[in-house]
């Protein structure tokens, strides 16, 4: 969850500009100039701009300010690496496939559901363009994946935008500021919802299919509400969930003050036996795992403080830990990587263990060793994205949702 104002989105993008023209053009190594790069791929070499200089054009502001060292216009895959061609592959495409300029409707808790193809998510609680606020619950909402493939065909081999239909979802009260998701599991979406004044956070399965019966499976940490949850995943080889709890929902304007520390909690949906697993954050947010389980990745997004504004001093960083085989607590805490625009918001992961997470200016992948790969460079911030199946990522970014036919292979997040 992040918060910024339509003004500062202009103010960004106009500095974006500026600081991308006052930029030496960034140099092609040879080798990647001559590799087969997709048509929307742009390779920037890290030489190219390893020492810029006395009076090097330096980036004052993470938030305000994006590296486009090539001025390309977004959106586009900017490539660090040659390994991120592998996970493009020749012919990656991105597109923008539904838009409202007006509307923050695509924010978080993206997922996608194989017998459907389709692809649930909410809109922003209680920031920018996100209609609402204490006294109003955000909107969760669905696309249709076979619509978007109708769409791109009427284009032919362009990559122009297309802009399909949005549905909304008729959900009972219980559901309130809807901020994480995944899932399909047991065939329900996974709901985390930040709570709303008085109204508690939860967690919470949905059925996809009207009338979306709905089964909130906790709202307290023995009798105290949490602060306001923000993200979940399931760990894989078990049924239980993992899930983030944060005070942005204060933050925001549309919770009380929080009662708890900002912290990673357990959760057996069998039992409803819930305990902490990791602490020590400044604000935690995005969350994901290791193909096999044994690596948890968390983000902690200190940067950004709401109505505090943005400090860049404070973590923007994501930090893997060791699950531990017996307890499932998260323990050997490390710095995974640390995000050069914005902050990293929702995290997830391909079959090769890559790392995605939702950036300032788009979503950034790393390797399995921290190692930046390159950018799906959207030029706006993107919350969260998810994998739909082999070769799709949909990406989530605010007032528009991307698509992106790739050559990566999804990692499993439907359970059992």
């Known amino acids: ?26 140099q092609a190594d040879p080798g990647v100039a001559n590799a087969n790069l997709p048509p929307q791929a742009v390779f920037v070499d890290p030489r ?22 090539t001025n390309t216009s977004p959106p586009f895959f900017q490539v660090f690496h040659t390994d991120f061609l592998e996970i493009l592959g020749p ?43 204490i006294d109003h619950n955000n909107q969760i909402s669905k696309i249709s994946l076979r619509e978007v493939a109708a769409a791109i065909r009427t284009v032919g081999r362009s990559t122009a935008a297309v802009n ?32 709303r004044g008085s109204l ?12 979306h019966n709905t089964t909130v499976l906790l709202d307290n940490f023995f009798g105290r509400q949490f602060n306001s949850l923000n993200d979940v995943k399931i760990r894989p080889g078990t049924n239980r969930l993992f899930f983030t709890d944060v005070t942005y929902g204060f933050l925001n304007h549309f919770r ?44 902690d997004t200190g940067a950004n403080a ?9 973590p923007a960083t994501i930090y893997a830990f060791d699950v531990d085989p017996k307890t499932e607590s998260f323990a ?33 992948v790393w390797n399995a060793e921290g190692t930046l790969l390159g950018k799906f460079f959207l030029g706006t911030t993107s919350a969260n994205m998810v994998f739909a199946g082999d070769r799709r990522l949909v990406i989530m970014a605010e007032t528009a949702i991307y698509f992106a036919e790739i050559a990566a292979k999804a990692n499993k997040l439907s359970f059992p």
């Open 164 to 195: 399909v239909s949005v549905t909304k979802l008729d959900l009972p009260d219980t559901i309130q500021m809807t901020n994480g998701g995944t899932g399909p599991f047991f065939g329900n979406l996974v709901l985390v919802n930040s709570g």
């Open 256 to 299: 009380p003050l929080p009662l708890m520390p900002n912290q990673v909690y357990r959760l057996d949906p069998e039992t409803r036996v819930v305990r902490v697993v990791a602490d020590g954050f400044d604000r935690c947010n995005g969350i994901a795992f290791s193909r096999n389980g044994k690596t948890a990745f968390v983000s």
């Open 91 to 133: 012919s990656a495409t991105i597109r923008a496939v539904a838009a409202n300029p007006t509307f923050a409707f695509a924010h978080e808790a993206p997922i996608w559901v194989p017998s459907t193809d389709e692809v649930f998510f909410a809109s922003n609680d209680g920031g920018a363009l996100g209609r609402s606020d």
């Open 48 to 69: 190219s701009f390893a020492v810029l200089g006395n009076n090097g054009p330096f980036r004052q502001d993470a938030f305000a300010e994006l590296f486009n060292p």
């Open 200 to 211: 508690p956070p939860s967690v919470a399965l949905v059925n996809p299919a009207p009338p």
């Open 306 to 314: 709401g109505f505090l504004g943005n400090n860049q001093t404070q």
């Open 1 to 26: 969850m992040v918060a910024a104002s339509s003004v500062a989105a202009v103010i960004v993008g106009l500095a974006a500009w500026a600081y991308a023209t006052s930029q030496p053009q960034a």
């Open 332 to 364: 050997n805490r490390r710095v995974f990587a640390y995000v050069d625009t914005g902050i990293a918001d929702g995290l997830q992961l391909d079959a090769d263990d890559n790392l995605y997470a939702g950036t300032g200016d788009g979503v950034q």
